[in-house]
């Protein structure tokens, strides 16, 4: 019986070719969507599940309040750690790392050669001690967990960290061995571990002993400072079976209190959170090291994404089927006659939809791969698809197979088992009352199909306007025919950076150069707390600083509202402050704040001028108070303006060569590395771009999706009306006049739904826009667009048919009939 089923399933879905293809589109466009679309929030959600007893692992995190405004980091002060573990209760393992920050130059020796293989740019270094590999399972290749990071100048590698820097020795070989860092600290491997296999945040490569760094010049400045908290500076614990985060912070907070040097006036607050293992990797507010953050909302709005078009794909089988139902009715009536139960029919139907679904699972399988390479640039690169190796692929298929083939296939096969044998065998006509029953549901998908198409189509538009304000938006500064490039952290000699500045000077197609710390926005940031006393009271401000030098301010065309500017001087002088801080500090015009003086680390320093606001980071940021000071010291970024192109391509690269080649022989130690800044700037909306085009493409399908029911559905109703046409064309009816009947009652569908899209549509990129600081207007001429769109799109679809329809021969559709 079973192979009858699957044979007659066939039949039908050659039998109904084109409406088979549209079935199968649908549903394979959906898959596809959702396959994609799992992958990457399985890939997410997978990150650190694997740690025993991750759900009692957590981060200390730091939050700091100034002046109502709260800022998060995800370090927190050094000396906590060794305080937490004498006087710390409740928690099992207290494990701090501290990460290197900056790229580090490794120098491997080799035997019977003077110059050592040189290693530059390692990244992935921290250091901890032997807390880590007991807080974190790593298989070891070689070593004593025990003994490893024990003693200073010990470090641990991983398997391929090892087969970097020793191509050719076995694991147990590379142990003892020594390398240089920096030129100066000495290291031996004491320990070999393989790398971790399953998703972490955790990917570091190599392992100092934390006792190095108080040993060597690699010892922070806040080593023992409890006033200073870098993000560098990281503390994992993992609490005691029955211990609770709050009982810990509490902890934290009191070792603070108790050990921190309060200052008079320091209105400042400082509190801490445990931050659960699972919760870093989608938490951008404790960001560090340049992890990749997943957006848990943008991942939600993914799963919309995928059911919605899984949605488009299920009304069309629905609406085609349901509407085919009067040329099965001989059929069914037949079957029933001769014994056929309705649970018989609904599972032949059923079966039928499962064959359709499988089809399009198949389908969808095939072009998966296509499509990850299609969105390469949005997904993880480290992210697979191994169809016969990942057994959650084959259970999420299955399940997609099973619910698709029920919410498609259930509601038809009702429809069509529950006609009466006795009527449908006497007339068709008899059940034409069933098919006017299901006429309004296939009217109400219909609607529901060009709601979600419209609601695509608006927020791509206005996530596309979003995009296009960023870019275009005056920063209050110049950032066109810009580039930048820096020299080492660590790198003081002031001499050598002057006689560059000299060098690009003299290169023609320099307009200007200046040094400073970083660009005037830059995702690198300094900020500090800057005090001001007018008189009657305190304020204490969190302060973003920028330093350089007298040509900075020139070279970005700054706007100076007030005063004098910057003034040579190799350390901080004086300060040019912001709009937003001059209000801030209760200054209603920009003159009045020339002379006063701030207290910047007990050091008093005036201010020299105001400049007009500027963008410091991205707009997704408020402007927040800030001060522009000369350091020479803290200067090691190179900004060169060039002068414009004028159509003569090749000027700017012919500049940047003989800025590389000043650069080779001034730092032959590393390597050319230059920006430009209006591309860096774009950088800083990613993810806006990733989600532009990611809505382009559910926009294109879900119209295709929503076009192909809608020209399934007139096909069927223009092959049902072929008498009453060729009728009206005998009596005289236009082709207008007959498109437009066939067309009216679909339009009014789509109408409708423009209708019911457009408060749907205001309120999610409302909702979306409320992530910037600075947006764009919600314009009202996007909605009529969209609307238009959509009812010009449907209208050359419905189109296709009924013009040809309406211009065939009535003669040849009568003499049918």
Request: charged content about 20%; glycine content about 6%.
């Amino acid at each position: 019986m079973f192979r009858n089923y699957i044979n007659i399933a066939f039949r039908n879905i050659w039998k109904h070719k084109f409406f088979s293809f549209i079935n199968i589109s649908g549903l394979a466009i959906g898959i596809s969507a959702s396959l994609v679309i799992f992958l990457i929030v399985q890939y997410d959600f997978s990150f650190d599940k694997h740690h025993k007893d991750s759900d009692r692992i957590y981060r200390a995190v730091s939050n700091f309040e100034f002046s109502g405004e709260v800022y998060k980091n995800s370090g927190i002060t050094s000396p906590m750690a060794d305080a937490l573990r004498k006087e710390g209760t409740g928690i099992e393992l207290v494990v701090p790392f501290r990460h290197m920050d900056f790229e580090r130059k490794i120098s491997i020796p080799v035997t019977g050669k003077d110059e050592p293989i040189v290693f530059k740019k390692q990244q992935d270094f921290i250091a901890t001690d032997q807390a880590y590999f007991k807080l974190f399972s790593y298989e070891w290749v070689a070593g004593n967990p025990a003994a490893s990071l024990q003693d200073p100048y010990q470090v641990v590698l991983t398997e391929s960290k090892a087969k970097l820097y020793f191509p050719n020795l076995k694991p147990s070989d590379v142990m003892g061995k020594e390398f240089f860092m920096d030129d100066s600290v000495r290291l031996t491997v004491s320990g070999i571990v393989k790398d971790q296999v399953k998703k972490t945040d955790f990917t570091f490569k190599a392992f100092l002993s934390r006792a190095t760094l108080e040993k060597t010049s690699l010892k922070p400045r806040d080593w023992t400072q409890w006033n200073n908290t870098n993000s560098s500076s990281q503390l994992l614990v993992k609490l005691s079976q029955g211990t609770k985060p709050i009982q810990v912070e509490k902890q934290i907070e009191a070792l603070s209190e108790k050990n921190r040097i309060k200052e008079p006036g320091d209105n400042s607050k400082t509190s801490f959170k445990l931050q659960p293992l699972n919760d870093i990797h989608f938490n951008p507010d404790y960001w560090i090291y340049e992890n990749r953050i997943a957006h848990k909302p943008t991942l939600l709005g993914l799963l919309a994404v995928a059911a919605f078009l899984l949605l488009l794909g299920c009304i069309n089988f629905i609406n085609l089927t349901t509407a085919q139902a009067a040329g099965r009715a001989k059929e069914i009536g037949i079957r029933k006659t001769i014994g056929s139960s309705k649970m018989q029919l609904i599972f032949q139907f059923l079966n039928e939809t499962i064959l359709i679904t499988l089809m399009a699972t198949i389908f969808s399988v095939l072009i998966t791969p296509l499509l990850l390479k299609v969105f390469a640039d949005f997904i993880p690169s480290d992210l697979t698809f191994n169809f016969f190796q990942q057994p959650a692929i084959w259970l999420f298929l299955l399940m997609l197979v099973v619910v698709v083939s029920f919410l498609s296939g259930f509601y038809p096969a009702l429809v069509l088992s529950k006609f009466k044998p006795l009527a449908v065998l006497k007339s068709q006509s008899a059940i034409s009352g069933g098919q006017s029953k299901t006429a309004w549901l296939r009217k109400s998908l219909t609607v529901v199909q060009f709601v979600i198409a419209q609601v695509f189509i608006i927020a791509a538009f206005f996530v596309s306007k979003q995009i296009n304000y960023t870019l275009q938006k005056d920063l209050g500064f110049q950032k066109e025919a810009i580039l930048y490039f820096s020299t080492q952290y660590n790198d003081t000699a002031v001499g050598r950076q002057k006689l560059m500045v000299e060098k690009i000077k003299q290169i023609p197609e320099v307009s200007m150069v200046s040094l400073s710390t970083s660009p005037p926005s830059s995702v690198s940031s300094w900020s500090g707390t800057i005090k001001y006393k007018d008189g009657k009271k305190e304020i204490e401000t969190d302060v973003q600083f920028k330093y350089g030098d007298t040509s900075f301010m020139k070279l970005y065309k700054m706007d100076l509202l007030a005063g004098t500017g910057l003034t040579p001087a190799d350390t901080v002088s004086s300060f040019v402050i912001n709009e937003t801080y001059a209000r801030l500090l209760g200054f209603k015009n920009p003159k009045e704040a020339i002379g006063k003086i701030l207290i910047w680390d007990v050091k008093p320093v005036p201010i020299a001028g105001v400049v007009k606001d500027f963008h410091t980071r991205s707009l997704h940021e408020q402007i927040k108070p800030t001060a522009i000071g000369t350091w020479v010291n803290a200067s090691h970024t190179f900004n060169v303006a060039l002068y414009p192109q004028n159509g003569q391509t090749g000027t700017w690269q012919s500049a940047i060569k003989k800025m590389e080649k000043s650069w080779k022989e001034l730092y032959p130690e590393n390597d050319f590395e230059y920006q430009f800044l209006d591309e860096s700037i774009a950088k800083f909306y990613t993810s806006e771009k990733n989600i532009s085009r990611l809505l382009n493409w559910a926009t294109g399908l879900a119209i295709f999706i929503s076009c192909l029911g809608l020209l399934g559905l007139v096909i069927f109703i223009t092959n049902q009306r072929t008498k009453e046409i060729g009728i009206r064309k005998v009596i005289g009816a236009s082709v207008t006049q007959i498109v437009t009947l066939l067309s009216k009652d679909f339009l009014k569908l789509v109408l409708i739904g423009f209708i019911i899209a457009i408060p749907i549509a205001w309120w999610g990129t409302h909702t979306w826009l409320e992530n910037f600081a600075f947006k764009t207007n919600m314009s009202w001429w996007i909605f009529i667009l969209s609307g238009g769109l959509m009812i010009m799109i449907a209208l050359i679809t419905l189109g296709i048919q009924t013009i040809r329809s309406a211009m065939a021969n009535p003669v040849k559709s009568l003499r049918s009939e």
